[in-house]
């Protein structure tokens, strides 16, 4: 399903398909259709047209009475399960990672009213990670699977180890920048490896407010790239 969103940066415009739609940022992907900076007789606005599946109709329309996990925030989070579903969702996980041959400890990470943090605690952390994240997004992939045939397609589960979550943002964002100088010198563009489409956004986000450099997202399917370009570079093509 395809929806468009404007906002005054292309974080309002996001932040208010994410609230519009119940669905976390990493949920669906970006597309930025139009970009205006502020002008002296104008304002700046960023039109954008969201891609989901089918995770916005029942995240804003699913109530089954089931219960739901606790919203602690991700601070003060207690992390042994709190009720069925978190107990499930840790068994899961510990059982996959152990038929993988990777076993740990896993604990509840944080709680919020729509998404649920699991932790993985083990030796083998950097295999669960695998390159750039990718074994950890498989394995999430199968969590948010299990979880919707537990009835809860309502609540997104975001699996970390290692803190890998917070590192790879802060990876991110400087290689946002970097990438930013580069192409401010050479007036040109640099197209970015293949990237989720949370990665994406990060990479967006990050570079919004710098005026004379732009992004867009190209390819097909889930892992798409990044080009970010000087904002004249298409102009002079």
Not at 63 to 76: A, F, H, L, Y
Request: hydrophobic share 35%; aromatic share 8%.
């Amino acid at each position: 399903m395809e929806f468009e969103f404007e906002g005054r940066t292309e974080k309002e415009a996001i932040d208010k398909a994410a609230e519009e739609l119940g669905l976390a940022k990493e949920d669906f992907d970006v597309e930025i259709l139009e970009t205006q900076k502020n002008g002296l007789f104008k304002k700046g606005f960023v039109r954008i047209r969201v891609h989901t599946g089918n995770f916005g109709a029942s995240a804003k329309t699913r109530d089954n009475g089931s219960t739901q996990p606790k919203s602690s925030g991700k601070s003060g989070y207690e992390p042994v399960p709190q009720n069925e579903f978190e107990q499930k969702m840790i068994e899961f996980t510990t059982g996959l990672i152990e038929r993988m041959g990777y076993p740990g400890k896993v604990v509840v990470l944080f709680r919020e009213k729509h998404k649920l943090g699991i932790k993985i605690d083990s030796a083998h952390s950097s295999i669960l990670i695998g390159k750039k994240g990718k074994n950890l997004d498989a394995i999430q992939l199968l969590l948010n699977i299990y979880a919707g045939r537990l009835g809860r397609e309502d609540v997104r589960v975001i699996l970390d180890t290692e803190n890998y979550r917070i590192r790879r943002e802060e990876s991110l964002v400087r290689l946002a920048y970097n990438v930013a100088e580069k192409v401010r010198e050479t007036r040109g563009s640099i197209l970015l490896e293949p990237m989720n489409p949370f990665d994406r956004w990060l990479i967006h986000t990050t570079l919004n407010d710098i005026g004379d450099v732009e992004t867009k997202s190209e390819g097909e399917g889930l892992y798409k790239q990044v080009r970010v370009f000087f904002k004249g570079f298409r102009a002079q093509q």
